[in-house]
């Protein structure tokens, strides 16, 4: 056993961990609990860098997958090793990827190799791949849905140079929502609801949620990840279809997703990017 799982916030480091026995889990407290594993597992605080090394040069590791959602402590409590003040002072005013950046750096200058969980964590979507149930099929349909897409990914890749969002909902032209902080569940919600209550009728095709990494992204840390349970919640609130990258985006539950995609009439696209 030489890798090591640090576990964030949901259930993406309970898959991973699942389906790889072997590897150590640190749960980081208040967002994973050791007793979530069956793996050896500790439960340390985000700040407490140096308990983190130890553990890991205990059980003789070398490689490190950050897994799950993190978020900035706002409260110190404890006193801070320099290193740590550094870090903070540094990346206070810096996007997240600024930040994973950082904290990338200072593991690697510790001896330890950071992996992308995309290493781990495979699918089997081709780029350009499109998913429907063919009962629904249309050419409008296939020309709103492709030139929507076109228009989300040239935005996505526009504001990537602000280090903010990772989706955006759109209906053609339109603009609905770019993902904040509140994360993709809660912009699937705000802009379906937007949708509902003043867009919607007969004959107007719902929103499509596109999901791209940000240009140039550290994907050893913050990778988009698309699961089953992002699709449905996208089909209730009357969504036409997702379209996420060929490269760069974890998926979780691909059989659940095609075969839902494929029964239902919601649209799923493959996005070639050349990254």
Request: glycine residues 6%; positive net charge; hydrophobic residues 40%.
């Amino acid at each position: 056993m030489n890798k090591c799982i640090i576990a964030g916030k949901g259930e993406l480091p309970k898959l991973l961990a699942k389906n790889n026995k072997e590897f150590l889990i640190i749960s980081i407290t208040n967002l994973s609990y050791s007793t979530d594993f069956e793996n050896i597992s500790y439960e340390i605080d985000l700040l407490d860098f140096k308990k983190i090394i130890e553990t890991l040069k205990k059980h003789n590791i070398t490689e490190l997958i950050f897994v799950g959602k993190f978020y900035r402590p706002k409260n110190f409590k404890n006193k801070l090793p320099d290193e740590v003040k550094k870090i903070i002072k540094e990346t206070q005013y810096l996007g997240d990827d600024g930040l994973l950046r950082k904290i990338k750096v200072f593991f690697e200058q510790n001896g330890f190799q950071v992996l992308s969980p995309g290493n781990i964590i495979r699918h089997t979507f081709k780029k350009n791949e499109i998913i429907f149930n063919t009962k629904f099929q249309d050419n409008n349909k296939y020309e709103y849905f492709l030139d929507s897409i076109s228009v989300a990914k040239e935005l996505l890749d526009t504001i990537s140079i602000f280090d903010m969002g990772q989706s955006v909902v759109v209906r053609g032209n339109h603009v609905l929502g770019i993902e904040g902080i509140e994360g993709t569940n809660e912009l699937i919600k705000r802009c379906g609801k937007y949708f509902k209550d003043l867009l919607i009728n007969k004959k107007s095709y719902g929103p499509i949620l596109v999901k791209l990494p940000k240009l140039n992204q550290t994907l050893d840390f913050d990778m988009p990840v698309i699961g089953i349970d992002t699709i449905k919640l996208a089909y209730q609130y009357n969504y036409f279809g997702l379209a996420f990258s060929s490269k760069g985006v974890l998926v979780i539950n691909e059989d659940e997703i095609r075969s839902f995609c494929s029964s239902k009439n919601f649209y799923l696209y493959i996005i070639d990017v050349k990254k």
